[in-house]
């Protein structure tokens, strides 16, 4: 369970970088591809140094945020087995802590380690296969400014830099029939990936994606990554070119050969999104991208600094106890009313709180709290409460007080049965996915034999009958890899919607929590049966 809250604190905290990031450019209304791809690069290190700085950084606790239910590093629930891990389109579900079997954490883990195991051997496949490329190139005896050099193979279709340690371009086997304008273009745009390092950047960028696959914003922000560098390579050859039209119509020529996605880990020419949205960016622009500064490069580095510093160190602070890790506490059975207890104060609330019973550890505290738990199981047994108020710490041991909270957890076995139902319902979904990954798979290495064999029909040998009945045979299989992606899709929906119902009843059930746990503590204080440590 502690690694995947420490993958749930990870992505969460990534994603609150990612954010802020987001809005920064919004609001200094930054359009220069250049400079935001070197922002979003700035995030995507940040990201990946945040486990580290999270160790080694003091904590720095945050204002309170009023109505702050949902759990983190410094709210924690050691027994929860709700953390419900979905691929990006999915929701990430409320945690609801409970007693639940020892199975649920490992499932979670098997599931995760599935997704993750799936794209790092997808990425390390690409690091092979690109190797491969390479060594079945052959040098055209030209090189780059800086002694980059260019090689050919008849392995590609469009243009590529590979290798993102020691980069090289790659070019298809037809590019002496080029014209010099054409060349100049497209050698601009390439040496222009391998001057930022973009290989290297996309290869960590994946790498990243893979170990926070279930955060939606990991899959947007390695899109971006991929996107502004092709944005920022198309205006170094505009620049070297300046003729917009010519240079659109040799990369539509390129994105029709290389309709398919790339297979090997380099930055292809045709790699984008949507082609309108590329061509028309070209056709209608009116800038071409200056490149970086050295004083817009400090800029970056200094924001991202301070924001992902204060991402990997920040506790949120807590109004009142956060409730989604914690069982429902129903309403104390009615007292005669009693006088408050020495030093209560009337609306204090418990803020932080800690249920022991057995092995199991219910309740919202923080790192500060942790080096006395050790302690106070050895002074008070495997049953007792902890929780602050007024300032002050108090420890509850009252057999009738501690089965008050084991009586009342039937209104959130109810919310965790029906979250392991949809936590069933989404591990099948991640099954079917699954398979379907494997199929496109399949499908992109015929689509890879095709766009081979129609490059040698296009250098003058081989039949291109042959080429139509195999790409026939592609789209029939793509055909039905879609059909079944529609039918996960559907069922991926389903599982959003029953989500969507738990959590809403996990809310419902957090403002009851609210009240009765706090009637419960301000009880024992009133009886005399909470007793503060000194």
């Not at 079945?136 to 980059?148: A, D, H, K, N, Y």
Request: include cysteine; glycine fraction near 6%.
């Amino acid at each position: 369970m502690t690694i995947l809250m420490f993958l749930a604190a990870w992505g969460l905290r990534s994603a609150v970088v990612a954010i802020a990031a987001a809005v920064l450019l919004w609001l200094f209304r930054v359009k220069d591809p250049a400079v935001r791809l070197a922002a979003w690069t700035a995030v995507l290190f940040g990201s990946l140094l945040i486990p580290a700085l999270n160790m080694a950084l003091p904590a720095v606790s945050l204002p309170e945020v009023p109505g702050y239910d949902e759990p983190s590093d410094a709210a924690r629930s050691l027994d929860s087995g709700n953390l419900a891990i979905h691929p990006p389109e999915a929701q990430l579900p409320k945690m609801a802590a409970a007693r639940q079997p020892a199975r649920r954490p490992v499932l979670l883990l098997a599931v995760y380690s599935l997704g993750a195991g799936f794209l790092l051997l997808r990425l390390v496949t690409g690091l092979l296969l690109s190797r491969r490329l390479i060594r079945r190139s052959r040098p055209t005896g030209r090189c780059l400014e800086g002694g980059l050099p260019i090689h050919d193979s008849s392995d590609l279709t469009v243009p590529a830099a590979l290798g993102p340690f020691r980069p090289l371009v790659v070019l298809p086997q037809d590019w002496r029939e080029w014209d010099t304008a054409k060349l100049e273009a497209i050698l601009a745009h390439e040496q222009s990936h391998v001057r930022r390092h973009d290989p290297a950047v996309q290869l960590l960028s994946a790498f990243h994606r893979a170990l926070l696959w279930f955060s939606p914003l990991s899959w947007w922000m390695h899109n971006r990554i991929v996107r502004l560098a092709e944005e920022a390579s198309d205006d170094a050859a505009l620049a070297a070119t300046k003729d917009r039209v010519s240079y659109a119509e040799t990369l539509l020529q390129f994105i029709e050969r290389g309709m398919q996605a790339t297979h090997w880990e380099g930055v292809a020419m045709a790699r984008y999104g949507k082609a309108d949205d590329r061509i028309h960016r070209i056709l209608d622009g009116t800038a071409i991208s200056r490149g970086m500064t050295r004083f817009g490069l400090a800029t970056i580095l200094a924001l991202a600094a301070a924001v992902v510093f204060l991402a990997a160190a920040a506790i949120p602070g807590q109004a009142q106890a956060p409730l989604a890790p914690m069982a429902p506490i129903a309403p104390a059975a009615p007292q005669a009313p009693q006088p408050p207890a020495l030093g209560a104060r009337d609306g204090s609330k418990v803020t932080r709180y800690l249920i022991v019973s057995g092995d199991s550890m219910n309740g919202s505290w923080d790192s500060r709290d942790e080096r006395h738990l050790k302690e106070w199981r050895s002074k008070y047994g495997p049953h007792y409460a902890w929780f602050r108020q007024d300032g002050r710490d108090y420890i509850v041991t009252d057999s009738r007080t501690m089965a008050q909270f084991e009586d009342a957890t039937a209104p959130q076995r109810e919310v965790n049965r029906r979250q392991s139902e949809v936590n069933s319902h989404q591990a099948e979904v991640n099954r079917m996915q699954g398979e379907v990954n494997g199929r496109q798979a399949d499908v992109n290495r015929a689509q890879a034999e095709v766009n081979r064999q129609q490059g040698l029909v296009n250098g003058g040998s081989g039949a291109q009958s042959r080429v139509n009945e195999l790409q026939s045979e592609v789209n029939r299989k793509q055909g039905a890899v879609n059909a079944e992606q529609d039918k996960v899709n559907r069922q991926q929906d389903l599982v959003n919607r029953e989500q969507d119902t738990v959590n809403q009843a996990q809310d419902r059930a957090s403002v009851e929590i609210d009240k009765a746990l706090q009637a419960v503590f301000d009880s024992a204080r009133q009886q005399g049966l909470a007793h503060e440590v000194r």
